[in-house]
């Protein structure tokens, strides 16, 4: 009778066959290449580019070449840049076109989007300055200075404030739509919700809720002046250190209780200091 047979499972342990295995060398390039795409600057997050630059984001700093002291936030945030320095965007697309621009601070979603060598200019809020190509524009709210072209040194706060200004200069506008209508009027001053709306002239002066020069008009100071008169709503003015101050030069102009001018008491050149305070008194 023949002996039993036995039967002894073979086991292979896994390390064995890949350490025997041909494809070995494979599995080592594999992972030195997936550890240096892992590392490298263009696609980690927060990794520094060059001198002070850092980027966050897809294609932040993309163009970037010779450019110091950059930080990007957000998608193609300063993708432009190459040469420009100490710039800070933050928001999707913020300073997106700017190629040799510096000092620039822009802040919320395609903020200076447009601006290409500007510089020194600062943009808070949703397509803020978003047309801008010149220097020292400050804009803070939604689409505040959005129109500004060669436009500089102009001042803005609140939403859409001097939205329409193109090549205007050195206006400041402060206010919901404040000096929203001016497009290329200069030194113009607007504070106030909507104060200075239609305003295209220069030189005005324009303060108080819907206070507001009507275009082509110049050289004008307006303050309150659409407050409303009589009955229980009377509208009422107190400026300080004016009530019996000397005028030495110029043509004193007297503003009676009802706000009516009365000329009559208004001197001629010809006349002198002291006849008109003579007047005055009777």
């Known amino acids: 009778m023949n002996p039993l047979i036995q039967i002894k499972p073979t086991t292979h342990r896994v390390s064995d066959a890949v350490r025997s295995s041909p494809l070995r060398p494979a599995f080592c390039l594999i992972a030195v ?6 590392l490298s600057p263009t696609v980690q997050a927060g990794t520094s580019l060059g001198t002070g630059n850092t980027a966050d984001g897809a294609g932040a700093l ?8 950059n ?8 993708f432009s840049d190459t040469i420009g320095s100490y710039n800070t965007a933050t928001g999707s ?31 808070v809020g949703w397509r803020a300055l978003f047309h801008n190509t010149n220097d020292v524009n400050t804009a ?25 200004n193109t090549t205007g200069i050195w206006n400041e506008a402060y206010g919901f739509e404040a000096l929203h209508n001016n497009v290329t009027g200069r030194e113009n ?85 002291a006849l008109w305070q003579k007047k005055l008194k009777k």
């Open 33 to 38: 290449v997936l550890a240096c795409f892992g």
């Open 62 to 69: 993309h163009s970037l070449t010779t450019g110091i002291h």
């Open 71 to 78: 930080t990007a936030e957000g998608y193609q945030g300063l």
């Open 93 to 123: 697309q913020a300073l997106k076109n700017t190629v040799d621009g510096n000092r620039n601070t822009a802040t919320g979603f395609q903020a200076l989007y447009f601006n290409h060598e500007g510089g020194d200019n600062v943009a």
């Open 140 to 164: 803070v709210g939604r689409e505040a200075l959005n129109g500004n072209t060669s436009g500089d040194s102009n001042n803005a706060t609140g939403y859409r404030a001097l939205f329409s």
């Open 189 to 273: 001053t607007a504070i106030g919700d909507s104060a200075g709306f239609t305003v295209t002239g220069s030189f005005n002066i324009n303060i108080g809720s819907a206070v507001s020069s009507p275009a082509g008009e110049n050289n004008t100071i307006r303050i309150g002046d659409n407050l409303p008169r009589g009955g229980l709503t009377s509208a009422a003015c107190f400026i300080g250190g004016i009530s019996g101050a000397i005028v030495v030069n110029g043509d004193p102009v007297l503003v009676s209780s009802d706000s009516i001018t009365r000329k009559s008491l208004i001197p001629k050149a010809s006349r002198s200091l």
